[in-house]
């Protein structure tokens, strides 16, 4: 059977069409960068002044900016997630950053008293789940806290844990109080196949400890666990308390 000129253009664009939109799907980064001793304020100054521009300038959007509250990372580490349009843009943008004669200027001219990292920054390139909500900012308060999770799911077990998520936990974190910032999933291997990074936000550092012990002990809870299939977690889940820095869009 022919098929007919017009029907193969047709299905040849849809085709191309669905590579395109997968090659310019957004891509998110986690980075975390540590500081020298008395570093964290210089490192700030330069995000806040000069970095999150020069990022606009060449096509990373900021989604936001946060130092952890506690231990030794309250005073040397800076979080945050950016956005690109596609791994290739992210490749494209980070070279056109660095070559920046603006940016090498600030570099420069902001380390003359010292290197202001103290190794070399980490970085996760992520994709959203399909569950992740809209960010809506609603009302602000001071002591507002953002908590960062790593979950790691037992071998194959991610999608049945990404159910959980879709299906129950994130209802019953907004019942509890708990925001939903986004979540994501790894884009390279080995974490790709059994990771899930979320954020989400408290109105303070008690408010969270009170939202945790009622959602753990909620009934609705205890059923979508037990019944999910998703079992015991491969390792225990990371969890980091930050507030955002001033210059943050997410605050």
């Given at each position: 059977?022919?098929i007919?000129?017009l029907?193969?253009?047709?299905a040849?664009?849809?085709?191309?069409g669905m590579l395109?939109?997968?090659?310019?799907?957004?891509?998110?980064?986690?980075?975390t960068?540590?500081?020298?001793?008395?570093?964290?304020?210089a490192?700030?100054?330069?995000?806040?002044?000069?970095?999150?521009?020069?990022?606009?300038k060449h096509?990373?959007?900021?989604?936001?900016?946060?130092?952890?509250?506690d231990?030794?990372?309250?005073?040397n580490?800076?979080?945050?997630?950016?956005?690109?349009?596609?791994?290739?843009?992210?490749?494209?943008?980070?070279?056109?950053?660095?070559?920046?004669?603006?940016?090498?200027?600030v570099?420069?001219?902001s380390?003359?008293?010292?290197?202001?990292?103290?190794?070399?920054?980490?970085?996760?390139?992520?994709?959203?789940?399909?569950?992740?909500?809209?960010?809506?900012?609603?009302?602000?308060a001071?002591?507002?806290?953002?908590?960062?999770r790593?979950?790691?799911?037992?071998?194959?077990?991610?999608?049945?844990?990404?159910?959980?998520?879709?299906?129950?936990?994130?209802?019953?974190?907004?019942?509890?109080?708990?925001?939903?910032?986004?979540?994501?999933?790894?884009?390279?291997?080995p974490?790709?196949?059994?990771?899930?990074i979320?954020?989400?936000?408290?109105?303070?550092?008690?408010?969270?400890?009170?939202?945790?012990?009622?959602?753990?002990?909620?009934?609705?809870?205890?059923?979508?666990a037990?019944?999910?299939?998703?079992?015991?977690l491969?390792?225990?889940?990371?969890?980091?308390?930050m507030?955002?820095?001033d210059?943050s869009?997410?605050?």
């Amino acid at each position: 059977m022919q098929i007919h000129p017009l029907v193969g253009y047709l299905a040849t664009c849809a085709v191309l069409g669905m590579l395109v939109s997968e090659s310019l799907a957004d891509v998110y980064e986690l980075r975390t960068y540590t500081t020298n001793p008395g570093k964290l304020d210089a490192l700030n100054a330069r995000f806040r002044d000069h970095t999150v521009k020069l990022f606009d300038k060449h096509g990373m959007k900021s989604v936001g900016y946060w130092v952890p509250t506690d231990g030794d990372e309250a005073k040397n580490t800076l979080i945050y997630v950016i956005k690109h349009q596609s791994r290739d843009a992210a490749k494209a943008s980070w070279q056109a950053f660095l070559a920046d004669p603006a940016w090498q200027k600030v570099a420069k001219e902001s380390q003359l008293d010292g290197r202001i990292l103290a190794k070399r920054p980490e970085a996760v390139f992520m994709e959203k789940t399909e569950y992740s909500p809209t960010w809506n900012e609603g009302p602000k308060a001071d002591d507002g806290v953002f908590e960062l999770r790593i979950y790691q799911a037992a071998p194959g077990k991610l999608g049945k844990l990404d159910a959980r998520f879709r299906d129950h936990t994130i209802r019953l974190f907004n019942k509890h109080g708990m925001k939903s910032v986004a979540y994501w999933h790894p884009t390279d291997e080995p974490d790709s196949k059994d990771h899930l990074i979320y954020i989400i936000k408290h109105a303070s550092r008690a408010a969270a400890k009170e939202s945790w012990q009622a959602f753990s002990a909620d009934p609705e809870w205890k059923k979508a666990a037990q019944e999910s299939g998703v079992g015991r977690l491969a390792e225990r889940p990371e969890s980091i308390y930050m507030k955002a820095t001033d210059y943050s869009p997410i605050k």
